[in-house]
């Protein structure tokens, strides 16, 4: 199993971006998820997307951040709206099949098997 990252890059304050993360494998347990993690911080979960389509986002992204996926590419994504300086981290995607994120909460990383390298946001003031 692969998931690939890509599409971080700088942005001002009150910018957008979009991430894209490719995944080799779906199946009709799958969850995909997007994390971020900041230097000397935890890792964070952003948004979560269930093979049935429902979504879940933490509350510091809700409004500003949308997730979707492209089935017919393999393509998750994550938009994301209104930038702040705060949302600076490192992005990963992280993909499960085996129904732990429903066991343990879709935006947990311990909930997760497979994920990507990361991309970099940056966000400037």
């Known amino acids: 199993v692969h998931v690939v990252e890509s599409g971080g890059g700088s942005v001002q304050s009150g910018g957008s971006l979009k991430l894209s993360c490719v995944y080799s494998e779906y199946t009709s347990s799958t969850v995909l998820a997007w994390f971020r993690q900041a230097p000397g911080k935890e890792p964070e979960g952003v948004a979560a997307i269930e093979s049935d389509g429902e979504m879940h986002f933490a509350d510091y992204v809700k409004g500003r951040f949308s997730t979707s996926k492209d089935s017919d590419k393999n393509t998750l994504y994550l938009q994301m709206n209104s930038l702040k300086p705060e949302d600076t981290a490192m992005y990963y995607c992280?993909?499960?099949?085996?129904?732990?994120?429903?066991?343990?909460?879709?935006?947990?990383?311990?909930?997760?098997?497979?994920w990507g390298q990361g991309t970099q946001v940056t966000v400037s003031s």
């Open positions: 992280a993909a499960d099949y085996g129904g732990w994120p429903t066991l343990r909460g879709p935006l947990q990383s311990s909930a997760y098997s497979y």
